[in-house]
C-alpha cells in the first residue's frame, strides 16, 4: 500500500478535497506559500514570486531532460541559448554527465535560494 501525493496544480482547498475525494493520501502545495512571512527564502526569491506575471511562466528542461515550469528570468534565457559551463559537480542526479550537460541544477537552485536570480533557476506552479 504505497500512499500517493498529488503535486503540481493544487491551489484551492476545492482542489485538495477533489484529490483527497479521488483516493490521494495527501497533496503538496509549495508556490502558494512561497511568498509568506514563514517561509524563509531570500527576498529576492519571493518577490520574482509575487512580480511574475503569466506570461513570465514557461516551461524549461532540467539537465537530464524533465520538464520544469520555471519563471522566466536572465538565467533561463541564458540557458535556452546554450550551455553555461561547468565548474563544480555536486554529484546530485545520476544520469548527470557535466561534460555534456547544459547547466548545473545544483548550482542554480543554490543561487535562486540565496537570492541571485540572474544566475538561479526558479521552479514555480501553474497558478
Known sequence: NIPIVVAGGVFT???MIKYLSLG???VQ???RFVAT???DAHPNFKEAYVNCKKEDIKITVSP??????AIFNEFTQRVSKGK???TKCY??????????TPYCISLALINAVKGDL???LVFCGAN
Do not use: F, Q, Y
Request: proline fraction near 9%; include cysteine.
Open 13 to 15: 482547498h476545492e482542489d
Open 24 to 26: 490521494a493520501s495527501g
Open 29 to 31: 502545495m509549495a508556490t
Open 37 to 39: 512571512h514563514e517561509c
Open 64 to 69: 537530464v531532460g524533465m520538464p520544469g515550469r
Open 84 to 86: 553555461i559551463k561547468i
Open 91 to 100: 554529484d546530485c542526479l545520476i544520469p548527470c554527465n557535466p561534460a555534456d
Open 118 to 120: 540572474e544566475n538561479g
